[in-house]
């Protein structure tokens, strides 16, 4: 978990989470943390820690050893839960810059589409008024024709004026002869006067509406500027969006370039540092040079003193020259300090860049080596849940198998307004014993108390949810590919129906049909994370006056005629068979392929329309056939190749009434015989399992014909009796309740596991 100490890095600190508990001596003490307290370890610490031996007192002293032990594992336990912290974090950060992004690209395709959407109306806006404008230059040039065209009139009856001005000077002449010519006249020139009047009116109005519509048109171009300008300013904000986004993914790629940056800097410290040596060899050569110019003046200064003996003149130039020189000499001398101190600033910054990755590459290969661990970790996990969820299948199968293959459940329904009894006349109570308690009933008939066992019992105060809380598992073992068969039996009236479909609109009313899809639903698509696919097909039917009806289909009349042909559809032949695999099925019986619980909320609609029922004196809309809900499961895991087949039957059957009760005559008559005929059948069928007779009777009805492989094959199945509560239903209850009893103590074959993947078609099996 630890890399190798580095000889720069003197200290690394490690803020884990306190799990209460300090390190053993020898290890620094927690400090205060944001939850418990905080560790802090140096690098020799972890390493003493990974190297640390566990010692007792003796070779003997295994209690000390497993002491010392338990808290060395809680140490590496602090470790790396400090690490998987670390990790989630740089997790956290990474999503959130991610997320910064996303919403910054959101932001701005929302504002360029605002842009494009305030563009399209400036433009819509400028061609309408664009368009305003082309009509009222057509209507204004109109109206310009007009006034010419009056104007051309005004001019005619001018002309006809002077024309009757003269007519008037000639007839004034005859006026003594012709006096009616005369007087007509003068109505004619009235008249003229008049149109030049309206004429002239008619012209002031022409010049105030062209006056009004130039000052309309003014208008117009002043509102198509103010447009022109606003698209201007859209454009230029469009414009200066689309920057701040541009600069929002600059400052993007330069967090993502920043040690790419770092690299490329140090090789531009290496490059300096090995240009400033150059310069440095350079100075010191000239230094060199300069000291050797030096010793040759000074060389030529002796040789001058000794032959020429100049003056002391020439002799003081020369050393004021020697002095320059030094002066040069010094000052070199101090750049050449400037460009070492600069070299090993230089250095200095190198060997720092230089710790920096070596330390960002060790975190590196750490998170890598923590991440490949993490990765095996998880593998270990889904290989563990794999192997978990077949000994959940072999351990669910095995309670259930000892629990008993046909259970029993017996429920009570409350207590009516139209059963006409008062809470004093209590026939059923439940013992209270810790033997008895939630599996015992007691109903009382004449005075005398007979006592039942089932393996669940369910007062009138129990929900559908606790109802189906117990079955769920028995649900479960429909996917996990056993043969399920669960149905409801009692007399007319005493909530079967209620129990099996409930009220699907309701949520808390809902029944264990609907709540059973659901649950098998649900935990498909759950397991698809684990490899599996499932492929499910349902369908439908009715037993009615001992004929198979197709819920299903689209050709058949509505469920509430039921003086309709018995097949209910022209050229079927619902034939109940078995194959040499212990399945059944039923020919020409229509199969539909369901994907969600809304198909099959729609299915169970469908068949409740279909379904036969009728009005009695014992219930207001009595089931008068046995309904039968099948679903078959196939599923397919691609990881493990494993492949399981199962099935769930879900059966409400009709309910069983006296005729001196019931009231029953014609029809109504026709389908209790059938119906009681049917129930006892089943009756028969129970006695000869209880006796474990050679021969069992199942081809007495159809009923227990299709029942077949539920009561003496291999499946998982439950009843639930129900029973009225009313002191008129004792007889009824009584009876019920001790059929039940035999069909607790039935005993059928074990469940096997349909785990053959075979292709689905048009037979579906009811085993």
């Known amino acids: 978990m630890v890399g190798p100490a580095n000889s720069g890095r003197t200290r690394q600190a490690f803020s884990v989470v306190n799990a209460g508990q300090d390190l053993a001596a020898g290890y620094p003490a927690s400090t205060a943390s944001s939850e418990c307290g905080g560790i802090e370890f140096t690098l020799e610490d972890v390493e003493a820690l990974l190297n640390e031996k566990m010692k007792g007192k003796n070779k003997f002293d295994y209690k000390g050893k497993c002491e010392q032990m338990t808290e060395y594992v809680k140490k590496l336990r602090l470790c790396l839960k400090w690490f998987i912290e670390r990790e989630d974090n740089h997790v956290f950060e990474q999503e959130k810059l991610k997320n910064m992004v996303e919403s910054t690209e959101k932001e701005r395709d929302e504002l360029e589409m605002q842009m494009k959407n305030k563009e399209e109306e400036a433009n819509n806006i400028i061609a309408e008024l664009r368009k305003n404008y082309a009509s009222l230059e057509a209507r204004c040039t109109k109206e310009e024709a007009d006034k010419l065209a009056a104007f051309e009139s005004n001019k005619r009856e001018k002309d006809a004026r002077v024309a009757a001005e003269s007519a008037k000077a000639s007839l004034s002449d005859e006026l003594k002869k012709t006096c009616e010519e005369l007087s007509s006249a003068n109505q004619k020139i009235s008249a003229v006067n008049e149109m030049y009047k309206r004429l002239q009116e008619y012209n002031t109005s022409l010049q105030q509406y062209n006056s009004k519509l130039q000052t309309e048109v003014a208008s117009s171009n002043e509102t198509l500027k103010r447009v022109e300008k606003e698209k201007a300013a859209i454009v230029e904000n469009l414009s200066t969006l689309r920057g701040h986004y541009n600069s929002?993914?600059?400052?993007?790629?330069?967090?993502?370039?920043?040690?790419?940056?770092?690299?490329?800097?140090?090789?531009?410290?290496?490059?300096?540092?090995?240009?400033?040596?150059?310069?440095?060899?350079?100075?010191?050569?000239?230094?060199?040079?300069?000291?050797?110019?030096?010793?040759t003046l000074s060389a030529e200064v002796v040789k001058y003193q000794e032959n020429t003996g100049k003056s002391s003149v020439e002799l003081d130039n020369l050393m004021i020259k020697s002095s320059a020189l030094e002066d040069t000499c010094s000052s070199q001398r101090n750049q050449i300090q400037t460009l070492q101190h600069q070299l090993a600033t230089a250095n200095e910054k190198l060997q720092r860049v230089d710790l920096s990755v070596l330390q960002t590459r060790t975190e590196y290969e750490e998170q890598k080596k923590v991440i490949e661990d993490l990765n095996n970790c998880l593998a270990d996990a889904e290989l563990q849940i794999i192997e978990a969820d077949k000994l959940r299948k072999k351990l669910h199968n095995t309670i259930l198998e000892l629990k008993g293959n046909i259970r029993v459940f017996c429920r009570v329904r409350p207590l009516l307004l139209d059963d006409g009894a008062s809470s004093e006349t209590t026939v059923i109570s439940y013992p209270t014993s810790t033997e008895a308690l939630g599996r015992g009933i007691d109903i009382v008939q004449n005075g005398q108390k007979h006592p039942f066992t089932f393996d669940q019992v369910f007062s009138h105060e129990a929900s559908?949810?606790?109802?189906?809380?117990?079955?769920?598992?028995?649900?479960?073992?429909?996917?996990?590919?056993?043969?399920?068969?669960?149905?409801?039996?009692?007399?007319?009236?005493?909530?079967?129906?209620?129990?099996?479909?409930?009220?699907?609109?309701?949520?808390?009313?809902?029944?264990?049909?609907?709540?059973?899809?659901?649950?098998?639903?649900?935990?498909?698509?759950?397991?698809?994370?684990?490899?599996?696919?499932?492929?499910?097909?349902?369908s439908m039917l009715e037993i009615y006056n001992e004929t198979i009806r197709d819920l299903l289909s689209t050709n058949r009349s509505n469920g509430s005629d039921i003086s309709r042909a018995d097949n209910g559809v022209a050229g079927k032949q619902y034939a109940i068979k078995h194959d040499a695999n212990g399945n059944t099925y039923v020919s020409d019986l229509t199969i539909v392929d369901v994907c969600?619980?809304?198909?099959?909320?729609?299915?169970?609609?469908?068949a409740s329309q279909n379904r036969s029922v009728g009005k009695t004196q014992m219930n207001e809309q009595s089931s008068r056939s046995h309904f039968v809900f099948t679903l078959r499961i196939s599923g397919v895991n691609e990881s493990t190749e494993q492949q399981v087949q199962g099935v769930l039957n879900l059966i409400d059957l009709a309910g069983s009434e006296r005729l001196s009760k019931s009231g029953s005559t014609g029809d109504r008559l026709k389908e209790t015989q059938a119906i009681n005929l049917s129930l006892k059948c089943l009756s028969d069928v129970i006695f000869s399992l209880a006796k474990k007779e050679d021969h069992v009777p199942f081809r007495n009805s159809k009923l227990t014909y299709l029942l077949q492989p539920c009561l003496g094959g291999d499946s998982k199945t439950l009843m639930f009796v129900n029973i009225s509560p009313s002191p008129s239903s004792v007889g009824e209850s009584l009876c019920s309740l001790r059929f039940a009893a035999r069909v607790n103590a039935c005993e059928i074959g074990i469940p096997r596991r349909q785990t053959n993947m075979r292709p689905l078609d048009s037979r579906l099996s009811y085993g």
Do not use: H
């Open 596 to 606: 969600s619980i809304n198909e099959i909320s729609s299915l169970l609609w469908q």
């Open 248 to 295: 929002l993914q600059d400052q993007l790629t330069y967090s993502r370039a920043s040690q790419e940056e770092a690299i490329k800097q140090r090789e531009a410290l290496v490059n300096e540092v090995g240009s400033l040596r150059g310069e440095l060899l350079q100075v010191r050569d000239d230094r060199d040079r300069q000291l050797l110019q030096v010793q």
């Open 464 to 538: 559908q949810q606790d109802v189906f809380v117990e079955i769920s598992q028995l649900v479960q073992s429909a996917l996990d590919g056993y043969k399920v068969c669960i149905f409801a039996y009692g007399q007319t009236g005493s909530g079967k129906t209620y129990t099996m479909m409930g009220k699907p609109e309701a949520q808390e009313q809902k029944g264990l049909i609907p709540r059973s899809l659901e649950q098998i639903f649900q935990i498909s698509q759950a397991l698809i994370s684990q490899g599996w696919k499932y492929k499910m097909q349902a």
